[in-house]
Structures are given as structure tokens and as C-alpha cells.
Nanobody, 123 residues
Framework: QRQLVESGGGLVQAGGSLKLSCAAS????????VAWFRQAPGKEREFVSA????????YYADSVKGRFTISKDTAKNTLYLQMNSLKPEDTAVYYC????????????????WGQGTQVTVSS
């Protein structure tokens, strides 16, 4: 059974940092592209960052570029999102995803999702 489990969310003050983790089972991140999305209350799920399965090419939404870093540890089969200089507008449930079959920025392109982890940034 293929499963993704996020962790690391929490409450942080503006300007602070958090590191999210996404542990995979039943599949190997070394064989798939990976991504992070987020969804704030009343809003659609939006793209945050992705990494192609080969060559380590990374993509970021303009809103997080320079503040967030996506990475993965294939030995631990874990995906990470390092979030620095957090802003109140970063508050959302963050989801990891893998196995893309279309444009990386479209949620519908991704086949496997975690359950999400809440990130709340206070002003």
C-alpha cells in the first residue's frame, strides 16, 4: 500500500521557521517526482514546490521563492520542506504529493497524497 505521511507542522511566529517532513511507504521517492501543496481555509489547493524525479530540478511558487527549500533523502525515503521567514499568509494545511502525470503546478496531476499537516503563522 502506497502511503505518504506528513509531519512537522505547528504554530510559529512570523519570521520563524519550520521544517515539514513527508515519509513514504510502498513506493520509492527516488523513482518519482515530488511536490508540496497547501490549502488555506476557503481557498483552493495551491502549488508550493516540486522536484523532478531526475536531475534534481526544483520549482517554486513565486510566493515562496527564496524562503522555502524542497529536498529529499532517498535513503530515508523522506521528502522535506524547509520554510524560513514565515508570513501569516503562509498559514495553511500543507500536503505532500508524488507521481505526477501532467503539469506540476496542477493538483490534479498528482496521484498520491498525504493527509496534510497544519501550519499556522501568527503575526
Amino acid at each position: 500500500q502506497r502511503q505518504l505521511v506528513e509531519s512537522g507542522g505547528g504554530l510559529v511566529q512570523a519570521g520563524g521557521s519550520l521544517k515539514l517532513s513527508c515519509a513514504a511507504s510502498g513506493l520509492s521517492f527516488s523513482n518519482y517526482a515530488v511536490a508540496w501543496f497547501r490549502q488555506a481555509p476557503g481557498k483552493e489547493r495551491e502549488f508550493v514546490s516540486a522536484e523532478a524525479w531526475s536531475a534534481g530540478i526544483t520549482y517554486y511558487a513565486d510566493s515562496v521563492k527564496g524562503r522555502f527549500t524542497i529536498s529529499k533523502d532517498t535513503a530515508k525515503n523522506t521528502l522535506y520542506l524547509q520554510m524560513n521567514s514565515l508570513k501569516p499568509e503562509d498559514t495553511a494545511v500543507y500536503y505532500c504529493a508524488t507521481d505526477v502525470m501532467g503539469p506540476e503546478q496542477a493538483p490534479s496531476s498528482w496521484n498520491y497524497w498525504g493527509q496534510g499537516t497544519q501550519v499556522t503563522v501568527s503575526s
